[in-house]
């Protein structure tokens, strides 16, 4: 299967196909993610939370991100690469998200980067787009501004937040984003944005009416036990498998079960027969 590209995704909206995203912080990972043919992996500053055990995402590096987004790289064969900037990498100006973009296409192995933000930041999404890399811009909860917002909550609700939802993502798109992600919108505004733009929405707690969905992979796995977001739903339930595999393994050392010849190499033992205590 050849590499997504971000052609293939403005087709799939196009043809009204809806389009899977999931994250991936690490090389196997993004091998799975290629095998259930999922066509974009995101390599989110969630891993903050769920790989770096930070509160928020607002500590995550750059070199945190380049740091997993070339695991990611290396693993997938076909899916589009699409890395977060981290909080404060692209903000302070134009000059400096293009510097961020490019590391991480450059040394990481990203197809396009991510960043947070509407209005404010079309200016600098204009700019990144002019030199060939493209966007994913992210409005609604914006996790990196949640000292800001006081919180994760849906954004959106009153029409003076619902109008100023719509004109960050019209802004976006007229600044060249490729796709924006909506996160923690009421299901009848994301309709309405994704209604309105020619580029695809990608939802996170945003309803079925966008283009396509994301989630985080460890909440969609049930690996991730700190908390449950009400919009992750859990496909599998990895957590107790994994405890339970660490409790049998941990007593079968103790009992001293583990291994078996099975797991083990053997040798011609008449050669240790030279051996004495010293060597
Ligand atoms: O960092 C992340 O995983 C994200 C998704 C929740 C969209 O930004």
Known sequence: MPRITVR??????????????????DYTTAILADAAEIPIVLVGDSLGMVVLGYESTIPVTLDDMLHHVKMVARGSKNALIVADMPFMTYQVDPAQALTTAARLMQEGGAHTVKLEGGVNLAPTVQRIVECDIPVMGHIGVTPQSVNALGGYRVRGRSSQEAGQLLNDALALEAAGAYAVVLELVPTPLA????????????????GAGCDGQVQVLHDMLGLFTDFVPRHAKQYANLAPVIKEAFSRYAQEVRKGTFPTDKESFTMDETLLAGLDDTQ
């Open 191 to 206: 309709r309405l944005i994704s209604q309105r733009l020619t580029i695809p929405t990608i939802g996170i707690g945003a």
């Open 8 to 25: 293939n995704i403005a087709e799939m909206k196009r043809r009204g196909e809806k389009i899977p995203m999931i994250t991936a912080y």
